[in-house]
């Protein structure tokens, strides 16, 4: 159940500060979100919602806060215009940078389940996530506008400058993961988001029908390029807010060998951040503009957008005419990712396990 604590002229790190102490003794723990709205928190427990209010309300006579200041706890504040209303018909697949940050430590078998699928969360090291949120929160609030962050049981409103310091928090506490949304300005249908999932997925993506695929993914090449030194492999595909997670690919084989993502890819995109791991493995990528944007780093890339992307469908799709997409996988050879190649390159064990 989540919560929101008010303060009038309070600082919102100071009241938040304060909501983890009166409610440490929570069970389950408290996470506490400063905004410009107010310090939200979630209690995971129904049953502890009451003690949670009575405490916050005789917090205020005790020697943290003056008597005179007056707290409220109330439901969720809801953002001003909702996720769905927004983007619902903006949603048709659109050019997204779609990510896969390094790991700290790497992945080892006993990371995952016997089906393939992960144990553990976010996995990045703090520096990478801080880079990481300093560039995402600027991008998605570009708008001004109020917007949200939400992962299932949370849903916090936020104000542009508010969606630094709650991304932060939330990457380290809210898997198997998060989105966080703004809308375009005066526009019905127009909207940006940036999700953040399991083993360092992180996807970007704008929604709206007044816009161009062509120049949306030129810019989700510059988010590429703007992150590459932090990457293990980028792409700009089609995506869809709330469809991102294992880079949209429907096959599991992707998620399920995530330790190969630093030297093979699912298969060719129109653009994308590559290791000299993966370039290596390369059979031809002559008719391709390969551009080094970092150590160790390759942007490598179509010169022609547009059959990958005037095709896009109502799915996640990519819709890439047959002969282009033959030509691209000739092109990357070795470097594909087959179940042949997962088989011969398991995820290793730790030693002495």
């Known amino acids: 159940m989540g919560l929101l604590v008010t303060m009038p002229g309070s600082d919102p790190e100071r009241l938040a500060r304060h909501v983890r102490t009166v409610l440490r003794e929570i069970p389950g723990g408290v996470a506490t979100y400063p905004t410009s709205f107010g310090c939200y928190t979630h209690v995971r427990e129904a049953s502890a919602c009451g003690a949670a209010v009575e405490g916050l309300a005789a917090s205020v006579s005790g020697e943290a806060l003056p008597s005179e200041v007056e707290v409220r706890v109330a439901p969720p504040r809801p953002a001003a215009r909702s996720w769905w209303s927004v983007l619902r018909d903006g949603q048709r697949p659109r050019p997204a940078a779609q990510m896969g940050f390094s790991l700290t430590p790497v992945l080892w078998d006993r990371d995952r389940d016997p089906s393939g699928k992960p144990y553990g969360g976010w996995g990045v090291a703090n520096d990478v996530t801080q880079r990481l949120v300093e560039h995402a929160g600027p991008w998605v609030s570009a708008s001004g506008e109020e917007g949200e962050a939400f992962d299932g049981p949370r849903r916090i409103a936020l104000a542009a400058d508010d969606a630094v310091g709650v991304m932060g928090r939330m990457a380290r506490t809210s898997f198997p993961g998060f989105d966080t949304w703004f809308p375009e300005p005066g526009r019905g249908d127009g909207g940006r988001d940036v999700s953040f999932g399991y083993w360092g997925q992180v996807a970007y993506v704008r929604a709206g029908s007044h816009l161009d695929n062509a120049a949306v993914a030129l810019e989700m090449a510059e988010v590429l390029r703007h992150h590459a030194a932090d990457l293990d492999v980028g792409a700009v595909r089609p995506g869809q807010v709330g469809r991102t997670g294992n880079f949209g690919y429907v096959e599991s084989l992707w998620l399920e060998n995530r330790h190969l993502w630093t030297s093979h890819v699912q298969q060719p995109n129109a653009i994308q951040v590559l290791t000299s791991a993966h370039v290596e493995r390369a059979h031809d990528l002559s008719s391709w503009a390969v551009e080094r944007v970092a150590e160790d780093r390759w942007l490598v890339a179509t010169p022609d957008l547009g059959p990958w992307f005037d095709h896009a469908g109502d ?21 594909l990712l087959t179940p042949e190649v997962a088989a011969a390159h398991p995820l290793p064990s730790r030693t002495g396990d």
């Open 315 to 335: 799915d996640d799709a990519q819709n890439v005419p047959l002969d282009v997409m033959e030509s691209a996988v000739s092109d990357f050879g070795d470097m």
